[in-house]
């Protein structure tokens, strides 16, 4: 009787230690996580310092763009006023590379590095291509897309209307604003796509008409999309797990066609 009452003791002492070790463990996952991110934030911000040319964010719409991004994140104040000093000595020659990558199957990535060191962060990536079934690309990858300007709006205004009236509003919104295509995204939530000239302008006209715009971005968009099997599609995700760990790596944009494997996903788009 007392060894068994002493080995329940001694096994809920070993459950309690099994559970504060394992939600130190999960801490330590989000602490890592959290960390990546804020760092690819920070290299977020000296490319649009140095594409932007200013640290001002009054006059530099792409870095007051990009410190919106950082607080929705709860980045600390205390952290970006560090990373905006740090970008004022810097005295290093960083500059934005673009990388095409052939991946699996017949999918194409063009991976955006900011970096110092090009060959370094080439030769350390080199190795992940050939376990995942990839190759860097000849140079020519990059004329299958075109670089677009994608801008997350939201409408408040718009919450009591049904969602056909919503997109209604918002494509004659899109036609005043010269943008190519409008989704709903999410509740009130409007996605325009339209050219990399008039992206900026495009941004003030939404916002003349009561949109909150909530994240912008020039991305690369393919003109041709492609599917993948499973098995390349599998393949595909680490390949793409991997380069995210990169934190020199600020954007990776492919050729895959768009799936949702959620079927009460609701995506409404219209080309204009």
């Not at 971005?217 to 393919?222: A, G, K, Q, S």
Request: charged content about 25%; glycine content about 4%.
């Amino acid at each position: 009787m007392l060894k068994s009452t002493v080995f329940n003791l001694f096994f809920k002492r070993s459950a309690g230690h099994s559970k504060w070790a394992n939600i130190r463990h999960i801490k330590g996952q989000k602490d890592a996580e959290r960390n990546v991110l804020f760092t690819k934030l920070s290299r977020q911000v000296r490319v649009a310092i140095q594409e932007g040319g200013s640290l001002d964010p009054k006059a530099n719409l792409k870095l007051s763009q990009v410190i919106e991004q950082c607080k929705r994140f709860n980045m600390p104040q205390a952290t970006l006023n560090n990373i905006l000093k740090s970008c004022e000595n810097d005295k290093t020659n960083a500059k934005l590379h673009l990388l095409e990558i052939k991946g699996p199957g017949t999918s194409i990535l063009l991976c955006e590095i900011f970096t110092n060191n090009l060959h370094i962060i080439k030769q350390n990536i080199t190795s992940i291509l050939r376990k995942n079934q990839s190759k860097y690309g000849d140079g020519g990858a990059v004329y299958l897309f075109e670089e677009k300007g994608i801008i997350h709006a939201e409408n408040s205004n718009l919450s009591t209307k049904p969602n056909n009236e919503q997109i209604e509003i918002a494509t004659e919104d899109a036609i005043d604003s010269n943008a190519e295509e409008v989704s709903l995204v999410d509740e009130n939530v409007f996605e325009f796509l339209c050219g990399k000239t008039n992206f900026m302008e495009a941004q003030k006209i939404l916002e003349s008409k009561g949109y909150n715009i909530l994240h912008s971005t020039v991305e690369y968009i393919p003109h041709k999309s492609v599917y993948l099997a499973e098995p390349e599609y599998a393949t595909y995700e680490k390949l793409l797990s991997k380069l995210k760990e990169f934190p020199e790596v600020t954007g990776i944009y492919d050729n895959l066609c768009l799936m949702s494997l959620d079927s009460s996903y609701l995506l409404i788009k219209r080309k204009l």
